[in-house]
């Protein structure tokens, strides 16, 4: 029996499911109507909403993301319309209420006439105000003290009491027989409830719907004198990652006024971000706080923006520390060697024991401590330096260790290592896996193999070569690549060393992301040979499980997934950052749409156009809520500049338009190095990425036309160096990070030529094999190069091979 379409397909709230007209395809369709249930709602566009529902369904309609505020901030708007700018992803069809000072000309006449003859001599505008002022004393008195409500629900209250027929508008009858029974009558000289059909039906309708109530009773806190204590103008606050954070604001007043939270300028509130949240009591409470939440947040009442606090908040992490090798066995008189990665934010303090003691207590002479701690030599070793030697790391965040054990022996029992490197390479007649240091060929798989449990080449018959797009390391269990001539990703298992999965994907795929916490793997389709046009995007789910795979499109907007032009995906860093977001980007667009990678969809976007700025490389550093973006100008192309952004709230820090170029950000988020190419040459730009924002260090000219860069953890610090690769020399490029100094390593073969690379892949790849491992590898025109990044040396040549491209390392677990 045939499943309903329906049935696996999720549409969201203010939704439905509905099958196209053929009934072949399940599509997702805005509610029309709501169930008649009034629980006000505030929208963050600034109306008022009959209840959840109704929103929802607004947000649909509108084609824009629509989230929940305090509902005073709809009391409000007139002096707090501040929204989040939106690009244009759909156009509304009918808005859920009519929006303030909207007259619909067919309206019955009487009602208007009616209207506009109710004792309007009798009540002025003045007295109406007073009128209203009253009335919400009366009701606050009499209802919030009764039902413990909070200010912001007062009108709510009050409507819903008033709305004796309950069908979601107020008429005058209803108000005259509410004044009536309640005695209203001596709230104001001359007005009473009815007038509030005379002064505030928008629409001429006879009634007052819930909008219309609302913005009866916009002023409700016009007048108020507020203040803060000069001592608590800056307030300095630590938390760790994990940690739930709830801000109080001093800024007082009487009656004590709507509080208003900002970072950068960005309205908090409207957000909608579900771990940055403002309580009714004004109170900022920030929900399991990662490294991005970082930064400064601004409290103000909502009509003096004179008298501001500021709450700096610090975010720590617990250090993280590993070593290598964990058991070494020497003979005396030899010299050991132990290696230290530290990770933390702060950067932690480093410092070796031995046996719980620190080595300034031991013979000095003995030990070598290169850099911040990074390695430890032990010189002319003795029976007495048998030990476990620890690499200790502090900062606020706490104190972590870890252990090298060394044993000392005339006959040294051979002690393996835990783990070995080993890399793919993808080249026209196959892949093959190579172990680096001996430069060993440990497997190979042939273009003309046929894919076990089909009938399919891996690349085809005798005589075609691969074309091979991107590939990536999937949890270290799998490596997918894209063939993009075959609109198909290729899975290979990293134990079997075989084809285990075919994924069938739109057109042209090419470009891959892996979202590790997600387990997800984004595929991007170009739909031609040229990065030209529009694109599409596909996400393959549970991609680390041993399944059969398959692809998925992202929630579309009105079909907008098929406008991409580039996806953003943040790529995983030393800090362990969560990143819940990317970003696409869409054609002859000026900004670009953040997506929640999570679910697959968009959720607000980032208008760039006073920058004039169409993104085409964006990186995400894990520290202090940075994002950095290389921007051209959307008609003609040309470069306009650097774009530091906030990744919490889209909002832009700093614009430097003279800074041209490819940025790239080293592993530990300290640096970003910008690869400026110039006519007159090339220029690497070297920025240190501090709290406050981008710090320039350096900059380092060169003659060498670069291909492409990678980071190789330095020797000297708990940091990272670089190194470049060349279009047209047989030079590699180092850079040191710290110092600013520069080698070359030569002798590394020829490149292949421009001409024969394809889906914008470098001509001469350069990739290095994470912590801990020793090498970097190049491909050249016919040959692999594996280089030491310890000695900066070649370690040996690879030979045989016809135009390799891709490399991806993988690491092997020695039992």
């Given at each position: 029996?045939d499943?309903?379409?329906?049935?696996?397909?999720?549409?969201?709230a203010?939704?439905r499911c509905?099958?196209?007209?053929?009934?072949?395809?399940?599509l997702?369709?805005?509610?029309?109507?709501?169930?008649?249930?009034?629980?006000?709602?505030?929208?963050?566009?600034?109306?008022?909403?009959?209840?959840?529902?109704?929103?929802?369904?607004?947000?649909?309609?509108?084609?824009?993301?629509l989230?929940?505020?305090?509902?005073?901030?709809?009391?409000?708007?007139?002096?707090?319309?501040?929204?989040?700018?939106?690009?244009?992803?759909?156009?509304?069809?009918?808005?859920?209420?009519?929006?303030?000072?909207?007259?619909?000309?067919?309206?019955?006449?009487?009602?208007?006439?009616?209207?506009?003859?109710?004792?309007?001599?009798?009540?002025?505008?003045?007295?109406y105000?007073?009128m209203?002022?009253?009335?919400?004393?009366?009701?606050?008195?009499?209802?919030?003290?009764?039902?413990?409500?909070?200010?912001?629900y007062?009108?709510?209250?009050?409507?819903?009491h008033?709305?004796?027929?309950?069908?979601?508008?107020?008429?005058?009858?209803?108000?005259?027989?509410?004044?009536?029974?309640?005695?209203?009558?001596?709230?104001?000289?001359?007005?009473?409830?009815?007038?509030?059909?005379?002064?505030?039906?928008?629409?001429?309708?006879?009634?007052?719907?819930?909008?219309?109530?609302?913005?009866a009773?916009?002023?409700l806190?016009?007048?108020?004198?507020?203040?803060?204590?000069?001592?608590?103008?800056?307030?300095?606050?630590?938390?760790?990652?994990?940690?739930?954070?709830?801000?109080?604001?001093?800024?007082?007043?009487?009656?004590?006024?709507p509080?208003v939270?900002?970072?950068?300028?960005?309205?908090?509130?409207?957000?909608?971000?579900?771990?940055?949240?403002?309580?009714n009591?004004?109170?900022?409470?920030?929900?399991r706080?990662?490294?991005?939440?970082?930064?400064?947040?601004?409290?103000?009442?909502?009509?003096?923006?004179?008298?501001?606090?500021?709450?700096?908040?610090?975010?720590h992490t617990?250090?993280?520390?590993?070593?290598?090798?964990?058991?070494?066995?020497?003979?005396?008189?030899?010299?050991?060697?132990?290696?230290?990665?530290?990770?933390?934010?702060?950067?932690?303090?480093v410092?070796w024991?031995?046996?719980?003691?620190?080595?300034?207590?031991?013979?000095?002479?003995?030990?070598?401590?290169?850099?911040?701690?990074?390695?430890?030599i032990?010189?002319?070793?003795?029976y007495?330096?048998?030990?476990?030697?620890?690499?200790?790391?502090?900062?606020?965040?706490g104190?972590?260790?870890?252990?090298?054990?060394l044993?000392?022996?005339?006959?040294?029992?051979?002690?393996?290592?835990?783990?070995?490197?080993?890399?793919?390479?993808?080249?026209?007649?196959?892949?093959?896996v190579?172990?680096?240091?001996?430069?060993?060929l440990?497997?190979q798989?042939?273009?003309?193999?046929?894919?076990?449990?089909?009938?399919?080449?891996?690349?085809?018959?005798?005589?075609?070569s691969?074309?091979?797009?991107?590939?990536?390391?999937?949890?270290?269990?799998?490596?997918?690549?894209?063939?993009p001539?075959?609109?198909?990703?290729?899975?290979?298992?990293?134990?079997?060393?075989?084809?285990?999965?075919?994924?069938?994907?739109?057109?042209?795929?090419?470009?891959?992301?892996?979202?590790p916490?997600?387990?997800?793997?984004?595929?991007?389709?170009?739909?031609?040979?040229?990065?030209?046009?529009?694109?599409?995007?596909?996400?393959i789910?549970?991609?680390?499980?041993?399944?059969?795979?398959?692809?998925?499109?992202?929630?579309?907007?009105?079909?907008?997934?098929?406008?991409?032009?580039?996806?953003?995906?943040?790529?995983?860093?030393?800090?362990?950052?969560?990143?819940?977001?990317?970003?696409?980007?869409?054609t002859n667009?000026?900004?670009?749409?953040?997506?929640?990678?999570?679910?697959?969809?968009?959720?607000?976007?980032?208008?760039?156009?006073?920058?004039?700025?169409?993104p085409?490389?964006?990186?995400?550093?894990?520290l202090?809520?940075f994002?950095?973006?290389?921007?051209?100008?959307p008609?003609t192309?040309?470069?306009?500049?650097?774009?530091?952004?906030?990744?919490?709230?889209?909002t832009?820090?700093?614009?430097k338009?003279?800074l041209?170029?490819?940025?790239?950000?080293?592993?530990?988020?300290?640096?970003?190095?910008?690869?400026?190419?110039?006519?007159?040459?090339?220029?690497?730009?070297?920025?240190?990425?501090?709290?406050?924002?981008?710090?320039?260090?350096?900059?380092?000219?060169?003659?060498?036309?670069?291909?492409?860069?990678?980071?190789?953890?330095?020797?000297?610090?708990?940091?990272?160096?670089?190194?470049?690769?060349?279009?047209?020399?047989?030079?590699?490029?180092?850079?040191?990070?710290?110092?600013?100094?520069?080698?070359?390593?030569?002798?590394?073969?020829?490149?292949?030529?421009?001409?024969?690379?394809?889906?914008?892949n470098?001509?001469?790849?350069?990739?290095?094999s994470?912590?801990?491992?020793?090498?970097?590898v190049?491909?050249?025109?016919?040959?692999?190069?594996?280089?030491?990044?310890?000695?900066?040396?070649?370690?040996c040549?690879?030979?045989?091979?016809?135009?390799?491209?891709?490399?991806?390392?993988f690491?092997?677990?020695?039992?």
């Amino acid at each position: 029996m045939d499943i309903h379409p329906c049935l696996d397909k999720y549409c969201g709230a203010g939704r439905r499911c509905k099958l196209s007209p053929d009934n072949s395809v399940a599509l997702c369709v805005c509610i029309k109507k709501c169930g008649m249930r009034h629980r006000a709602v505030c929208g963050s566009d600034g109306n008022v909403y009959a209840n959840h529902c109704e929103l929802h369904r607004a947000a649909c309609n509108k084609g824009i993301p629509l989230t929940v505020s305090r509902l005073m901030r709809c009391l409000h708007q007139d002096e707090h319309g501040e929204t989040p700018k939106v690009l244009p992803v759909g156009e509304a069809t009918s808005p859920t209420f009519s929006s303030k000072n909207q007259y619909d000309k067919d309206d019955d006449k009487s009602n208007m006439i009616d209207s506009e003859t109710y004792d309007l001599e009798d009540c002025s505008a003045q007295e109406y105000e007073i009128m209203k002022d009253n009335l919400l004393l009366y009701n606050h008195a009499r209802l919030m003290t009764q039902d413990n409500h909070s200010k912001e629900y007062l009108v709510s209250i009050m409507f819903s009491h008033y709305d004796q027929n309950n069908n979601g508008n107020l008429e005058r009858e209803e108000l005259e027989q509410i004044a009536e029974r309640e005695d209203l009558e001596q709230l104001s000289k001359g007005c009473s409830l009815g007038h509030m059909i005379s002064y505030d039906d928008a629409d001429k309708d006879g009634r007052l719907n819930i909008n219309e109530f609302y913005m009866a009773f916009s002023k409700l806190y016009s007048v108020s004198v507020v203040s803060l204590d000069k001592s608590l103008e800056i307030n300095h606050i630590s938390a760790r990652v994990g940690d739930n954070v709830e801000i109080k604001c001093d800024v007082t007043g009487t009656p004590l006024p709507p509080i208003v939270w900002r970072r950068n300028d960005a309205d908090l509130e409207a957000l909608g971000e579900p771990d940055v949240r403002v309580f009714n009591d004004g109170s900022l409470y920030l929900t399991r706080v990662q490294l991005i939440h970082a930064g400064n947040y601004t409290c103000h009442a909502l009509r003096n923006k004179d008298v501001v606090q500021t709450h700096m908040l610090t975010i720590h992490t617990i250090p993280e520390v590993r070593v290598t090798p964990r058991l070494q066995s020497k003979r005396p008189r030899e010299e050991a060697t132990m290696s230290c990665n530290v990770v933390g934010e702060p950067l932690p303090h480093v410092e070796w024991l031995k046996n719980d003691e620190p080595l300034m207590n031991h013979e000095i002479d003995k030990y070598v401590i290169i850099g911040n701690g990074t390695k430890l030599i032990i010189k002319n070793i003795g029976y007495a330096d048998t030990g476990a030697y620890m690499c200790q790391a502090t900062s606020i965040g706490g104190l972590t260790r870890d252990i090298s054990s060394l044993v000392i022996q005339e006959q040294p029992t051979p002690t393996a290592a835990n783990e070995e490197r080993r890399f793919f390479s993808f080249h026209e007649w196959g892949i093959s896996v190579y172990e680096p240091s001996t430069c060993r060929l440990y497997h190979q798989i042939g273009s003309t193999d046929i894919i076990p449990g089909t009938q399919e080449y891996v690349c085809g018959e005798k005589g075609i070569s691969c074309s091979w797009g991107r590939a990536i390391n999937v949890a270290n269990r799998y490596v997918y690549v894209t063939q993009p001539e075959k609109d198909r990703v290729l899975v290979i298992s990293k134990i079997q060393m075989v084809v285990v999965d075919v994924v069938t994907t739109d057109k042209y795929p090419v470009e891959l992301q892996y979202v590790p916490a997600l387990d997800q793997v984004w595929v991007l389709n170009w739909r031609s040979e040229r990065d030209i046009g529009i694109k599409t995007i596909q996400v393959i789910r549970d991609a680390a499980q041993k399944r059969k795979h398959h692809t998925v499109h992202p929630e579309p907007i009105d079909g907008q997934f098929d406008l991409v032009r580039g996806l953003y995906i943040p790529h995983s860093q030393d800090i362990g950052q969560m990143f819940k977001y990317g970003y696409v980007t869409h054609t002859n667009q000026r900004g670009m749409y953040k997506l929640d990678l999570a679910n697959m969809r968009y959720t607000r976007s980032a208008d760039l156009a006073p920058y004039n700025c169409v993104p085409i490389n964006i990186q995400f550093p894990a520290l202090y809520s940075f994002v950095i973006l290389e921007c051209e100008e959307p008609v003609t192309g040309k470069p306009s500049g650097q774009l530091l952004l906030d990744y919490l709230t889209d909002t832009v820090l700093s614009h430097k338009p003279e800074l041209i170029g490819r940025p790239m950000v080293s592993p530990d988020s300290r640096h970003v190095v910008t690869l400026d190419k110039q006519q007159s040459g090339v220029t690497l730009v070297v920025q240190e990425i501090l709290p406050n924002g981008l710090k320039f260090s350096f900059d380092v000219k060169t003659t060498l036309n670069i291909s492409d860069m990678t980071f190789y953890p330095s020797q000297t610090t708990h940091g990272y160096d670089l190194y470049a690769s060349s279009t047209d020399k047989d030079d590699i490029l180092f850079l040191n990070l710290s110092t600013g100094k520069v080698e070359m390593i030569t002798g590394v073969g020829k490149a292949m030529p421009v001409n024969l690379t394809k889906w914008k892949n470098p001509n001469r790849p350069i990739v290095q094999s994470g912590i801990f491992g020793r090498y970097m590898v190049s491909p050249s025109t016919e040959a692999l190069f594996v280089l030491n990044g310890e000695t900066r040396t070649v370690n040996c040549e690879i030979g045989g091979l016809v135009h390799p491209g891709a490399i991806v390392w993988f690491t092997v677990t020695l039992h």
